[in-house]
């Protein structure tokens, strides 16, 4: 089932439950009544949802052995030139074997984006043979082998499907993108990625974010939540050493989570008097940087010490409606923002999520994004949405300013 496709073949000998699944919490569930949080009537949810996806432990880890990820947090040139990751045969377009003689590929891929031009169909069904990605290339964007949710699927196994599992069961539909920079950088050297490289990176997402909606509502699928992010080491889920990001588009048509949930009530309760365009951020002492196009500022309650909050100064509610200035302006400043992190010695496994308004919805949001370093969590954390920081934001902020000074010259 890699590549989200259930077909008759790979779906012989196995059950409804042996699939990408979508379970909502019943003790942490809600039907939606908000007119405005998706298109049509239909029973639709928020809460807590886990998706379980037996696809995902077929996942390859990029680093064997301690060591091997050691290696990265030394950021020099020697490592970064000589290393082969799974991505390699991708954009190398032949099967490269690591220093063991063990192929790092099987040769296939799917490819939605190639910078920003469109390439495969979201909903293709056929992974084809590698071939070789041209170095002027920035950035692709990938079909996810190993997705937690089903892209295509085969209709009469479906209908079997949805006949067998229990009602709060459900196949979770929608499809999974990663996004790799052409040339190897690792993650965890922020610095070492050029900055076009890393605009490439937000590029292709964008174009890719585009393409999968446009196909998916032809599809007739409407009311997407769509969650671009970044994991940045395997502390924080990036299994793979090369800087990638991903996309989660889900097709479910379910409903979205709580957290997403409390982001659209807040903005409607805003009206039109919308927080992140009017307010200082505290009366300026935990901003970190202002540019022509982002704020980014040290949240008053942050998720982990050191968590920053930032969102494009203008009013737009998705990632795929930012433009080409305001991408490459984020690619410099988040650059910047990582190098002053990492001479202060915050930890460098670390997330970045961008939120957005789900397609289909009529809610007003301004989207914002979270970059959230690496820190370890205790179980009053685990029994709310909450957080107890030590770092008072104020004082994490005036750190990171001063951090900063060095490169704003
Ligand atoms: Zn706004």
Redo the contacts with the bound molecule.
């Keep these: 089932m890699e590549w989200g496709i259930i077909n008759k073949e790979n779906f012989k000998g196995k059950t409804s439950y042996d699939v990408p699944i979508k379970r909502w919490d019943p003790l942490s569930t809600v039907t939606i009544h908000t007119e405005g949080f998706g298109l049509r009537k239909k029973a639709r949810y928020y809460g807590h949802y886990s998706y379980i996806s037996p696809i995902r432990s077929e996942r390859p880890k990029g680093f064997k052995t301690n060591e091997e990820e050691k290696q990265f947090r030394d950021c020099s040139k020697k490592i970064m030139r000589r290393y082969k990751d799974v991505f390699s045969s991708v954009t190398e377009g032949k099967i490269i074997h690591d220093d063991w003689g063990v192929p790092l590929s099987d040769g296939f891929t799917m490819i939605v984006t190639q910078d920003e031009i469109r390439r495969d169909n979201p909903f293709s069904a056929e992974p084809h043979q590698i071939e070789r990605i041209p170095d002027v290339c920035k950035a692709i964007t990938l079909i996810n082998r190993y997705p937690s949710m089903a892209r295509i699927i085969d209709p009469e196994i479906n209908e079997s499907i949805v006949k067998n599992l229990p009602s709060h069961l459900k196949l979770s539909r929608g499809i999974n993108l990663v996004t790799i920079s052409r040339n190897f950088y690792p993650s965890l050297c922020f610095n070492l990625i050029p900055e076009d490289v890393l605009a490439g990176i937000f590029l292709s997402m964008r174009a890719a974010i585009l393409y999968c909606i446009e196909e998916s509502i032809n599809k007739d699928y409407y009311d997407i939540p769509v969650m671009p992010f970044f994991n940045i080491g395997t502390k924080v889920g990036g299994s793979q050493p090369r800087i990638h990001s991903q996309v989660y588009i889900d097709l479910t048509m379910d409903g979205h989570g709580s957290r997403l949930e409390g982001y659209l009530e807040a903005f409607k309760e805003m009206g039109d008097k919308?927080h992140?365009?009017k307010t200082t951020h505290g009366g300026s002492d935990r901003l970190i940087l202002e540019t022509e196009f982002w704020t980014f500022y040290n949240t008053g309650s942050p998720v982990r010490n050191y968590h920053i909050r930032f969102h494009p100064n203008e009013?737009i509610r998705r990632f795929s409606q930012l433009k080409v200035n305001q991408i490459e302006d984020l690619a410099m400043s988040l650059k910047m923002i990582f190098q002053a992190l990492d001479d202060i010695e915050i930890d460098k496994n670390r997330n970045i999520l961008f939120n957005c308004c789900p397609y289909g919805y009529d809610a007003d949001f301004?989207m914002f994004a979270d970059i959230i370093p690496h820190e370890v969590i205790g179980g009053a954390e685990m029994a709310d949405d909450m957080r107890v920081a030590r770092k008072l934001p104020h004082i994490a902020a005036k750190e990171i300013r001063e951090s900063l000074k060095k490169y704003l010259q």
Aim: charged share 0%.
């Design positions: 919308c992140l365009c009013h301004h």
